[in-house]
């Protein structure tokens, strides 16, 4: 089934030096705007990750420190990649729990806030996991019957990612084919970060979700405890997180 679009909707996937949101990077991307018309045009990456690229990952996605050692780092190509990626939805294979964290990392990093949360997110693999639980690789043999061939290269995750969701919207006839529709499918909605530090209560209140302060309101803790704001700030989490924490203790502080 071809998917019913209002604007493009762009497929990516990347392959890194491993799966620390916070400290590790890009090595390779791979993204296909698929135009509301059906075309396509598609775009493949390697990126110099300035860091080793660790021998475990590198035994997962196969890319060395030699392969890489040449290519631009991600702050040489991040304008045009966000230009490229503007005005698109955003899909991918478990890329809300990964690659779009992983990615707004790396472009909080060169200054680029990407505003993915302005844009409807659709993650492949939570419409799996609802329907029929396995991975891509099984996800692809089950819809497509096909066996994914090269699988971890960014180029075969993203192209089978596309070709399985279109299987998809084929198989489940309540499974709506609208970009807006299917991101309220597969979104975690409660989430406030993209690490899921900070979610949202039943009571629609910023709770922190780790640590000694789990469960409890974020804003009561920085009332009594703004050394734990402090702490968040200069310890290892993600710069969205901390963004997210910033924005509600200035709302908090200033009664927003």
Not at 24 to 31: A, F, K, P, Q, W
Not at 95 to 120: A, K, Q, W, Y
Not at 182 to 191: H, I, V
């Amino acid at each position: 089934m071809q998917l019913n679009l209002k604007r493009p909707l762009l497929f990516f996937d990347i392959e890194s030096t491993g799966l620390n949101v916070a400290s590790d990077r890009i090595v390779e991307i791979s993204m296909v705007k698929v135009y509301p018309d059906g075309s396509r045009d598609t775009r493949t990456r390697r990126i110099n990750p300035t860091i080793h690229i660790p021998e475990a990952a590198q035994a997962v996605h196969g890319i060395s420190d030699e392969d890489v050692k040449d290519c631009p780092t991600f702050a040489q190509l991040a304008k045009s990649m966000y230009e490229f990626m503007e005005g698109c939805d955003i899909a991918g294979y478990n890329s809300i729990n990964f690659d779009i964290p992983m990615l707004t990392e790396e472009f909080m990093r060169v200054g680029i806030d990407p505003h993915f949360r302005e844009r409807n997110l659709v993650d492949v693999q939570v419409i799996f996991y609802k329907k029929e639980p396995r991975t891509l690789s099984g996800a692809y043999k089950f819809y497509c019957d096909k066996n994914l061939e090269d699988a971890h290269t960014a180029q075969a995750d993203t192209m089978a990612t596309l070709e399985v969701l279109e299987a998809q919207l084929d198989r489940y006839p309540d499974l709506v084919n609208d970009v807006a529709e299917l991101a309220k499918f597969t979104c975690r909605e409660r989430m406030l970060d993209y690490a899921g530090r900070i979610v949202l209560d039943d009571h629609d209140r910023p709770v922190f979700n780790f640590g000694k302060h789990k469960g409890r309101p974020v804003m009561d803790v920085l009332a009594t405890e703004r050394s734990y704001y402090d702490w968040m700030m200069n310890g290892d989490f993600t710069q969205d997180t901390k963004q997210v924490l910033t924005k509600i203790f200035l709302d908090s502080k200033f009664g927003k």
